[in-house]
């Protein structure tokens, strides 16, 4: 059975307004790539998140997930079904080779919610995006696109 999961690291550069011990969750979800001239949209049921920090800033490394909660691993299917009707394509065509064939990252979905609830729309850089089949290959994105500054809304 095809599966797909992700795993990103992203950076919020040094001097972010609100620190590690301050955040109550981190939010991954909803993303759009460009393939083929096509933008795709794509998200994942479930996902966990780690913070670290150094000079350079802070680093959360975001991996999709499957646990007792989360049932599927691959990508939400049900989520975006409209809009693959809408440009001709079938979500089980939606591989990790075809993800990491990306061309142009569209939209990248990340938002920091603190423990007074309130919602930190930080600029971030996607320092890094791999792709992992069902047979555990790792397909990574072009470094062309990672490393640019991005907005988080």
Not at 56 to 72: C, D, R
């Amino acid at each position: 059975m095809k599966e797909v999961h992700m795993s990103a690291i992203v950076r919020i550069p040094a001097g972010c307004t609100f620190s590690k011990d301050n955040v109550a969750c981190i939010d991954f979800g909803s993303y759009t790539f460009v393939i083929a001239e096509t933008a795709i949209p794509f998200d994942f049921e479930g996902y966990s998140a780690d913070i670290e920090l150094d000079e350079k800033g802070m680093y959360i490394e975001m991996q999709t997930t499957y646990s007792g909660f989360f049932k599927n691993t691959d990508i939400d299917k049900e989520v975006f079904a409209k809009d693959y009707a809408e440009i001709g394509i079938d979500a089980e065509s939606i591989t990790a080779e075809f993800l990491a064939s990306a061309s142009e990252i569209e939209s990248f979905y990340f938002n920091v919610v603190l423990k007074n609830d309130e919602e930190i729309g930080e600029d971030f850089i996607l320092e890094s995006v791999v792709f992992v089949d069902e047979n555990g290959d790792e397909h990574e994105v072009n470094d062309a696109l990672l490393g640019i500054p991005m907005s988080s809304y």
